[in-house]
Nanobody, 123 residues
Framework: QLQLVESGGGLVQAGDSLRLSCAAS????????MAWFRQAPGKEREFIAAERWSGGRTSYADSVKGRFTISRDNAKNTADLQMNGLKPEDTAVYYC????????????????WGQGTQVTVSS
């Protein structure tokens, strides 16, 4: 089993930046594809960004492209999401996810999930 724990959420103002971190344990993290999703109240969980386990290939949702950056540090077993230019519509619970085989933008692509961290952006 791979365990994932998110941190770094909080309350910020529009235009601010925030960096979320996902700490992995239990398996060899470097072999897993990683992703970030978010879920706002009353809405479906949506894809934000993903990074393949090797080669540095990344993918982003159009809503965050140019503002958010996904990265990973395999030596530290962490995956981060740098969020710049935050907007009130970015308010949501943010989840990191991982899978050994799949890499995509669907919830079903990922087997392992963290418990989520709340991000609130005030206007």
């Amino acid at each position: 089993q791979l365990q994932l724990v998110e941190s770094g959420g909080g309350l910020v103002q529009a235009g601010d930046s925030l960096r979320l971190s996902c700490a992995a344990s239990g398996r060899t993290f470097s072999f897993y594809n990683m992703a970030w999703f978010r879920q706002a109240p009353g809405k479906e969980r949506e894809f934000i960004a993903a990074e393949r386990w090797s080669g540095g290939r990344t993918s982003y949702a159009d809503s965050v492209k140019g503002r958010f950056t996904i990265s990973r540090d395999n030596a530290k077993n962490t995956a981060d999401l740098q969020m710049n230019g935050l907007k009130p519509e970015d308010t949501a619970v943010y989840y990191c996810a991982a899978d050994y085989t799949n890499w995509g933008n669907r919830k079903s692509d990922y087997r392992y999930w963290g418990q989520g961290t709340q991000v609130t952006v005030s206007s």
